[in-house]
């Protein structure tokens, strides 16, 4: 299976509980799905991202995964890079991450992740794409994938 950084921005926390609830119904039927690391974000007014973590952990526990916490640092700014290297352990320096995301995806996962919405950020393997595709589409969100490792 391809290793994904999935990120799947919502409208509102509601919502992405529902989805997140079919992605970990999906998981455990354990045919071609496997999240390794996953968290929940909002972004509030001033552009700043944070982590749910009582959402999250209801779903993935506490873990999460370097290249996430990298992610958020690049989608939240000079704030978000702290929260991304605290969530994320430091464990990818900053330019490590920007090598996987260009400015076009940012850009693009920024512009869907708008005041009030929130994003799953799940590091995952996949088979196929199709499933947690149609469960994103089906709640009205918007779906990005980058491979790694």
């Known amino acids: 299976m391809a290793k994904e950084l999935i990120v799947?921005?919502?409208?509102?926390?509601?919502?992405a509980g529902r989805a997140g609830r079919d992605f970990?119904?999906?998981?455990e039927k354990d045919?071609?799905?496997?999240?390794?690391?996953g968290v929940l974000?909002?972004?509030?007014?001033s552009g700043k991202l944070t982590?749910?973590?009582?959402?999250?952990r209801?779903?993935?526990?506490?873990?999460?995964?370097?290249?996430?916490?990298?992610?958020?640092?690049?989608?939240?700014?000079?704030v978000g890079a702290a929260l991304g290297f605290?969530?994320?352990?430091g464990a990818l320096a900053e330019?490590?991450?920007?090598?996987?995301?260009?400015?076009?995806?940012?850009?693009?996962?920024?512009?869907k992740l708008a005041s009030g919405s929130v994003a799953f950020i799940l590091e995952a393997q996949e088979a196929s794409p199709f499933e947690v595709d149609n469960i994103v589409k089906g709640y009205g969100g918007s779906v990005f994938r980058k491979a790694y490792g």
């Open 8 to 15: 799947a921005v919502f409208d509102s926390v509601d919502i």
């Open 24 to 27: 970990q119904n999906f998981a």
């Open 31 to 37: 045919i071609g799905f496997k999240i390794e690391s």
């Open 41 to 45: 974000v909002q972004k509030d007014a």
């Open 51 to 56: 982590v749910l973590e009582k959402e999250s």
């Open 58 to 78: 209801s779903f993935w526990g506490t873990a999460i995964g370097a290249i996430t916490g990298g992610l958020i640092g690049l989608l939240g700014g000079p």
């Open 86 to 89: 605290a969530v994320g352990g």
């Open 95 to 111: 330019h490590e991450i920007r090598k996987m995301f260009d400015d076009d995806v940012v850009a693009a996962i920024s512009a």
